[in-house]
């Protein structure tokens, strides 16, 4: 969810039916993003409807009355979804804590309901909140994504490690387990460390080249010489999308300083702010 389905585009352009087939996906696309906002809309407010009560392509829901009444952010959801087997969709963007939700004519009517399930399921996770039920610090929302070594040892939770791990409709048979618990991505967006290769074994331009398509290339052919994946397990390939992509060699570069975050108001150049990374 939340990611454009281009490489079907281009395949409704390069069918047979050309320009009809183009229209199709996006029939497809539209209709999909108006299903999941009507059966998202009881449990969460959606904005920028049409006269017709109708949404475009994707459908925009405004978490920002659930996070000051329950004090469940956007984050804790986002994280919780991960759980359940989803990465989130786009979150504040265009409007600050929201969740811009663009199902693409790629996914099934079987997908689009897996969805919409694990968001209702997790708004009844919030109203559990909400109603005391669990402390507004500790609970499978706040503490997500729950890793396979968060079982381990004395569970001190409010809540069970079933629920944490295996919430309504999540089959241990095809469960995805995040590496990682959460991390400080605001911190992270501000002190850069890269992975690279150290710079004395990097010897001309072309070795840069060379290297960059063996890191990112490499995953991507090993990715569709899988080929097709059941509909279960898309939700983990989709997750696992980003960090492939990423790269190791997506930056040959890391800060000067990377104890200490880098001020945003700075007005130094961000390239002079910089030195070549010292390796691995």
Sequence with gaps: ???????????????????????????????????????????????????????????????????KATGVSIDDIAKRLIDYGFHSPTMSFPVAGTLMIEPTESEDLAELDRFCDTMIAIRGEIDKVASGEWSGDDNPLRNAPHTAAALGGEWAHAYSRQEAVFPAGVSPADKYWPPVRRIDGA?????????????????????????ARRCVSGPVRRILRAGPRAPSARGQAAFMTWPLLSGRCGAMICPSGSSSPVSSKSR?????????????
Excluded at 36 to 62: M, Q, S, T, W
Excluded at 271 to 276: A, D, G, I, K, M
């Design 187 to 211: 911190f992270g967006d501000r002190n850069l460390v890269c992975s690279c290769r150290p710079w004395t074994r990097t010897t001309s331009r072309k070795t840069d080249h060379q290297e």
């Design 1 to 67: 969810m939340g990611l454009r389905g281009y490489p079907a585009d281009l395949l409704g352009v390069r069918t047979p039916d050309g320009g009809e087939g183009l229209k199709r996906a996006t029939q497809v696309a539209v209709l999909a993003a108006n299903y999941i906002a009507k059966r998202l809309e009881p449990h969460f407010p959606v904005l920028y409807n049409g006269p017709a009560g109708l949404v475009a392509h994707e459908c925009i829901i405004d978490l920002r009355p659930i996070s």
């Design 268 to 280: 130094t150049p961000l390239h002079s702010r910089l030195q070549p990374c010292s390796g691995w």
